[in-house]
């Protein structure tokens, strides 16, 4: 009788198998709820999770005050309470109960990029918006990748993610936000002004546009930040060039005010539904100004933390995950479709490390993965914990650094560097 012995498994071999199989069942469970959110509001808006009213509510302020601008209805667009009732007017047969409150309060430069989109109507331009943004997002992502055998995957663990099914549910652009981020510092080491450009479009998000100065300073990509500056600047003075400067002369004022006494149907209908960390301590019980202190404190040390990883040795996706990591951290106000953002970033570390995975990443990315469907944190408690699963991933990527800079100085290289013989 022969027999055929098989060599055994080495330990890294098997951890490298495990670690991401354990995870593979409740990361396509949790993606799976997500799309049948999206599905459900699609067919009968409150079937699975979270009643979303209809689709594409948050793409019908876009959509309508592109089309009120257009036709010169200034006033109704910077009216929160006459906006709401033209949009509860204008979708009655859409929607399945009125809009509670939804205020127009973006910058008149984002009007510049929903143009293209305003002659569709607002299914057409619902989806296309949608198309684009989310191939805008895919080529980001495989534009100068590091990993271009594992980009496919990336994409498409991007694109199937619980924030992005509640993004297209919501008809909201955090595709284009998170493209832009990664496309912008891919782009800052071969081509800095492009870089600086397509990051300066940020400007039309602007709690989405904090970091980036910080980041390019970091670099000492000064002609990147210049590129930034000329970006937004030239996008403001587009949207003055078309639909006048009154616009910007009423929103300076009104966005002044929502920072230092916001509107209270604001709080209420907005801001407090979203995950930031302002919503999250105020859920908490903490008393608003002091959640308002520690916002400001999650901007300072995100402004820090940026800055620091730009000047750091990290390669980078690494600077790239720390910037969009503390980018949501930063923002004032974040709703569960920005954590696409965050789908990014730990989509990408996880990539990286997929030669030698460890449990407490794919624990942390499962928290992340799970964050759209924590929310709103006003109904679901856990929800209120999320900002520490983003400072926990930037805590991640700095010990990881940091570990790398001791093994340097040891002579002893990481773990991750390390290849298995297959011989233990």
């Known amino acids: 009788m022969s ?12 951890r490298r198998i495990e670690i991401p199989l354990m995870f593979l069942p409740a990361l396509s469970i949790a993606a799976l709820f997500g799309w049948g959110i999206l599905i459900s509001t699609l ?34 667009v910077l009216d929160a309470e006459a906006f709401t009732a033209h949009l509860n007017q204008s979708f009655a047969s859409w929607l399945t109960v009125p809009l509670e409150f939804r205020p127009w309060f973006y910058p008149p430069s984002f009007l510049v990029l929903l143009l293209p989109f305003a002659p569709l109507g607002f299914a057409g331009s619902y989806v296309a918006f949608q198309a684009a943004t989310a191939g805008l997002l895919a080529w980001a992502l ?30 909201q652009c955090a595709f284009l936000v998170a493209a832009l981020l990664v496309a912008g510092v891919r782009l800052l080491g071969p081509r800095p002004l492009l870089g600086g450009a397509i990051l300066g479009l940020l400007s039309f998000k602007p709690q989405f546009f904090l970091l980036v100065p ?5 670099l000492r990509q000064y002609r990147g930040l210049c590129a930034a500056a000329c970006s937004a600047f030239a996008l403001a003075l587009a949207s003055v060039m078309i639909f006048g400067i009154e616009l910007w002369i009423r929103w300076i004022p009104q966005a002044f005010n929502n920072l230092v006494s ?10 407090i539904w979203g995950h930031s960390v302002w919503a999250c301590a105020v859920l908490l019980g903490v008393p608003e100004r002091l959640a308002s202190i520690l916002q400001l404190g999650a901007i300072v040390s995100s402004a ?56 407490l990443d794919w624990l942390i990315g499962f928290g992340i993965w799970m964050v759209p469907l924590l929310s709103p944190a006003v109904y679901v408690p856990a929800g209120r914990l999320s900002p520490l699963l983003t400072i926990a991933l930037i805590g991640l990527v700095f010990g ?16 991750s560097s390390i290849r298995s013989t297959g011989c233990d």
């Not at 534009?143 to 008809?171: F, M």
């Not at 910080?214 to 970091?218: C, R, S, T, V």
């Not at 000047?311 to 980018?327: E, H, M, P, Y």
């Not at 340097?408 to 773990?415: A, Q, V, Y």
């Open 3 to 14: 027999m055929s012995l098989q060599p055994p498994i080495s330990t890294p071999a098997r």
């Open 43 to 76: 067919v009968h808006p409150g079937w699975i999770g979270l009643n979303h009213i209809a689709p594409g509510t948050d793409w019908m302020v876009f959509y309508g005050a592109i089309r009120s601008m257009l036709a010169g209805k200034l006033a109704l």
């Open 142 to 171: 495989r534009n100068r990748a590091e990993q271009p055998q594992l980009t496919p995957y990336v994409i498409a663990a991007v694109l199937v993610s619980p924030s992005a099914s509640l993004n297209l549910a919501d008809g």
């Open 214 to 218: 910080f980041a390019l300073l970091g």
């Open 262 to 271: 916001p509107d209270e149907k604001w709080l209420a209908y907005g801001r």
């Open 304 to 359: 820090a933390a940026t800055f620091v990883a730009f000047r750091s040795s990290l390669n980078s996706d690494g600077k790239l995950i720390v910037l969009l990591a503390a980018t949501v951290l930063a923002a004032p106000h974040s709703g569960p479709y920005d954590a696409t953002l965050l789908a990014v970033a730990i989509v990408l570390w996880l990539a990286a490390s997929i030669d030698a995975p460890r449990l």
């Open 400 to 415: 990881r650094m940091h570990s790398r800079a001791k093994s340097r100085e040891s002579g002893i290289p990481p773990l």
